[in-house]
């Protein structure tokens, strides 16, 4: 609703809606949840909104994002279904479900797409120190916990990678690499892909917490339990934290992943 409050519109002109829609202009395009605001005949969209784009008319918008299952309400409507579900959506009976999964490379672009002017982040990996990997397999589960310890001005923060859908094997062969593990046993595995194997992540820093968690926990890329949603304190004027509500990375994990580049688990 802040997208519209600098523009006299009728209330009843108003409308919040609710849909799946596809990444726009994307080789491989993936399905996620999505809220825009329709007034009269244009659409309200954050990212656009970021871009510098403002508002585009209702068939623009459909096109490029090519919406599905959505739902609409009024102001009103809105406010009694955020006050009844103590969340942001969706609130109807959804048909279309999606379990969106992401790569080490997708949620690293993730985050540098959703704060291209940051001079942080990607650009503050360098002072940030790698000091110990712990590597955590779980055959039966076909999971790699990987657990790092990150030391950046003077705090030690632990970056954590668990690699998804393993192909452990039982013995060497070709194309397979060994790994020795935390307990001490060697484990041999198929090489893993930062541009392909689906992760969960986490990290304790206060930028994973608050800007992306929550994302990453709706797009099924966050290890460990789902974080309230971080909402900024009512009348603040302050810039949301994560306006595109884009998953992604903080510091810690984009030089942790850098890291494991140079192991022998990496293809």
């Known amino acids: 609703m802040e997208m519209v409050k600098d523009e006299i519109i009728p209330e009843n002109q108003i409308k919040v809606a609710h849909g799946m829609v596809e990444e726009p202009l994307a080789q491989n395009p993936k399905r996620y949840w999505h809220a825009w605001v329709e007034t009269r005949n244009r659409a309200h969209d954050w990212q656009m909104r970021m871009a510098g784009t403002g508002s585009v008319p209702i068939k623009d918008f459909y096109e490029l ?43 690293y672009q993730n985050a540098e797409e959703a704060f291209p002017n940051t001079a942080k982040r990607q650009y503050a990996t ?27 001005e003077g705090r030690e923060y632990s970056p954590t990678i668990v690699f998804k859908k393993v192909a452990y094997h039982e013995t060497q062969g070709l194309s397979i690499v060994t790994l020795k593990a935390n307990d001490g046993k060697t484990y041999y595995l198929s090489p893993l892909s930062l541009e392909n194997t689906d992760v969960l992540v986490r990290c304790n820093c206060p930028d ?46 984009m030089k942790f992943a850098q890291a494991l580049r140079g192991s022998t688990i990496i293809g």
Not at 72 to 79: G, V
Not at 88 to 104: I, K
């Open 126 to 152: 360098h002072p940030v120190k790698i000091r110990h990997i712990q590597w955590v397999p779980f055959v039966g589960m076909k999971t790699l916990f990987v657990k790092g310890s990150a030391m950046n």
């Open 208 to 253: 994973f917490r608050w800007r992306f968690s929550y994302y990453n926990s709706l797009e099924k890329s966050l290890q460990g339990p789902k974080p309230k949603k971080y909402d900024r304190v009512p009348g603040s004027s302050r810039p949301p934290a994560n306006p595109t509500e884009s998953s992604g990375m903080c510091k810690h994990l």
């Open 65 to 107: 994002f090519k919406p599905s299952d959505i739902q609409k309400y009024s102001p009103d409507e809105c406010a009694k279904n955020l006050l009844k579900n103590k969340h942001h959506g969706p609130w109807h009976d959804v048909t279309e479900s999606v379990f969106v999964e992401s790569s080490l490379k997708e949620l």
